[in-house]
């Protein structure tokens, strides 16, 4: 549609030439009505193109085929234009089809899963661990807690770094992770703390590392935090 709207303005400039520079009753016979002004719509530049190519056919005199100002242009781009226009509605009908079936399998996904969870409810207690092995938070637990906030690493020894971050609400211990920067494809668990403070051991001295928390209970574990970065000291530094 962009190219029909640049040639349309391209074709008004052109010709101004035959029909005035402001707008006035010749402009009608070209589509234009109470302004020259053109607008970026489908249905104006639709009007605008059939209009253009019935002038041209009328007035072949004014066209200007080394700058492809003619009136088998404007059906060109009028015939391109309803081409694009058709597209867009039957893409839209197709999406409309296809939500049809998704919406159904999501509807029936949601009935299984709540038999599923009232089934659950019947054979398992309220604070069974093994709600967690269908995917599901312990219903009689407390809610998971908050992803863990302001988290800090600072290069603490030889191969270690000492990470920290802000107490989670609900939390009862935090699982750190660390990630090689560019080189492990996902954080690594590196330990666990009742405290929101753990040194991660056993890493690569001189290697930047991405530092990551989350924060668990028994209802479950928070998204990892944002990260922190810091490199474990060298021993010639540590020494």
Known sequence: MDGCYEWCKRTRDYLKQYLGEQCNQSWTQAGFHNSIAVDNSYSF??????????????????????HGITGEQAQALLTSLSNAATAVTQ???????????????????RERLRGLCNELRQQIGAYDQRWLAFGLNIPGASSTPAVPQNVTAISYGFGQILATCDASPRATHYRFFTQANLEEPEPVFGGSSP??????SGLEPGQLYQVYVSAANEAGESDLSEPASATPIELAKAA
Do not use: I, K, Y
């Open 195 to 200: 405290t929101p403070t753990l040194v991660l």
């Open 45 to 66: 530049l639709s009007a605008l193109l059939s209009a253009l190519a019935a002038l041209f056919d009328e007035q072949s005199a004014w066209q200007d085929a080394a």
């Open 91 to 109: 893409g839209r009908l197709a999406s409309g089809l296809a939500r049809e079936p998704r919406d159904e399998a999501l509807t029936a996904m």
